[in-house]
């Protein structure tokens, strides 16, 4: 099976300080892999390094076989990365739940162009999938955290990527609604035939799911053994 | 002399058409300005503004088209600097607001010019505009609606989150510059129309009034144009009425507008919550 991430040897500064110190990781196209590990124990970077927001000073990272290094069209890149961030949005910015979805499909709709109907309905059914077509005309920052990260995790879907990144998507949510995204977000990978990336503090929530668990600790992974 | 005899004047009849271009136009600016906290920026401007009319006066150049010239340069460079050189843009406004203020007081003193003629850049007066300056304000606003025209759902993503912006494939950064080039140029215009001091109240006040009533980013630019042309034009009869400068009384105005729109969100919009 072909690689959809490999990562070799990567090092990642941020403000003079190293957060990933010689990491690998390996995630084969259609896999879930998780990568667990304390708060700032650079999770979330190595999610911004997968998708090219942050590079690397040394290493390598391929990314559905292309050496990010080299590749210069992040942008198409990106069309088929789905990234669910895990802040929620604070400021006042007007816009309902439907359009915060929506802008899942901006990038591939291209510049100058308008949503076409097909985009509407793919942002609905996103939204059905999550559970929270009711909200489709609130305004996103009068939503709780966890409804705002069913905001965030429909427009990854309404992306249609083939790889979902996933930044702690149950942190806001209470235990019994993290067991149901978990198994939404699961059964969706399945049925969409996703390659999933997820980062997580709780190794408790993401066993269950995984193929592989990686555990990230003072920069560097190691694959948790008896997954799978 | 009756209002409708005053409309006869060419200065009130350029002040009127100002109005309808940047009234519009320069308020969907404002909205910019607050989604991405670019507030820095307006002062950094005002100062570039200022080196730029002092050089202008050195060297014997219109000091008006030199603030220009400067904010339009400085608005082009001040957002890929602050992204090559990973600092925010309102430290780098900082940065660039007490650099450019020191230079231009070393230039003001040893070359002798009148400290009161580098400063009249940045006191406007919307009473006093020529055409070039309303052809500048019209080319100005109309590329403003484009740009919001055009890009709206790219212009949208950024002004909710730039990193979601960045993650579902826009080119996030050439946007990023795209937005604060406008800025930068609006800025420079609305100086000479209605004043540095006063800037805020023609870009700022009519976007903030928009955001608190609105439910869209449609609506919002909407209401911040509805918002900036009304508070043009009952300031501008006002401060004939009531002789008192227009500036003034168009800040006032809106100034009302955004107490009104408060009111009118707590009383009859109310906060719904979601439950």
């Known amino acids: ?228 | 002399m009756s209002w409708t005899q005053t409309l006869t004047y060419p200065f009130m009849q350029h002040a009127i058409i100002a109005i309808l271009f940047a009234g519009v136009a320069f308020p969907m600016i404002g909205v910019f300005v607050i989604s991405l906290n670019l507030i820095p920026l307006r002062f950094a401007m005002m100062h570039i503004a200022l080196l730029g009319g002092a050089i202008g006066l050195f060297f014997k150049v219109d000091p008006l088209f030199m603030g220009l010239l400067f904010c339009t340069l400085s608005s082009l460079a001040l957002g890929p600097i602050s992204e090559r050189m990973k600092l925010g843009l309102g430290t780098l406004s900082g940065y660039f607001m007490t650099l450019t203020l020191a230079l231009a007081f070393i230039l003001i003193y040893k070359a002798n010019i009148h400290v009161l003629q580098a400063f009249n850049i940045l006191w406007g007066n919307i009473l006093s505009l020529t055409k070039g300056d309303l052809i500048l304000v019209g080319i100005i606003s109309f590329f403003i609606l484009c740009i919001i025209f055009l890009f709206f759902k790219e212009i949208q993503a950024i002004l909710y989150d730039r990193e979601v912006a960045l993650a579902v494939g826009i080119p996030e950064k050439w946007f990023y510059y795209l937005i604060v080039f406008v800025l930068g140029l609006s800025v420079a215009v609305s100086m000479r129309v209605i004043g540095a001091l006063l800037v805020d109240g023609f870009v700022l006040l009519p976007a903030m009034a928009a955001i608190i009533i609105s439910r869209s980013l449609k609506q919002t630019f909407f209401f911040s144009a509805l918002f900036g042309l009304i508070s043009g034009m009952i300031g501008l009869y006002l401060s004939f009425l009531l002789d008192i400068p227009t500036s003034s009384a168009i800040i006032l105005v809106a100034s009302l507008i955004i107490a009104l729109c408060g009111l009118l969100k707590r009383n009859l919009l109310g906060y719904a919550k979601i439950s």
Not at chain 1, 37 to 61: D, H, M, R, Y
Not at chain 1, 183 to 205: A, F, G
């Open chain 1, 1 to 228: 099976m072909e690689y959809c991430i490999r990562i070799s040897d990567i090092h990642v500064q941020l403000s003079g300080h190293y957060v990933l110190r010689g990491m690998n990781l390996e995630v084969q196209s259609g896999e879930f892999v998780s990568i667990v590990g304390e708060n700032g124990a650079g999770k979330t970077t190595l999610l911004k390094v997968v998708c090219g927001i942050l590079k690397p000073s040394k290493g390598q990272v391929h990314v559905f076989g292309y050496d990010l290094s080299q590749f210069k069209n992040l942008t198409l890149l990106r069309k088929q990365i789905g990234v669910v961030p895990q802040r929620s949005i604070s400021h006042r910015f007007p816009i309902c739940v439907e359009e915060a979805v929506l802008m899942g499909r901006y990038g591939k709709i291209g510049l100058m162009r308008r949503p076409k109907r097909v985009d509407w309905e793919k942002a609905h059914e996103a939204l059905k999938l999550m559970g929270i077509t009711q909200y489709s005309r609130s305004l996103v920052y009068q939503l709780s955290g966890g409804e705002q990260q069913k905001v965030a995790l429909a427009r990854g879907l309404a992306q249609e990527p083939s790889l979902l990144l996933l930044d702690e998507p149950t942190t806001y949510l209470d235990n019994e609604s993290r067991s149901e995204i978990m198994e939404t977000i699961y059964s969706i990978h399945q049925e969409k035939k996703l390659t999933t990336l997820l980062v997580s503090h709780d190794t408790h929530w993401v066993t269950r799911f995984s193929d592989k668990i990686y555990q990230l600790k003072d920069g560097e992974s190691s694959l948790v053994e008896g997954i799978g």
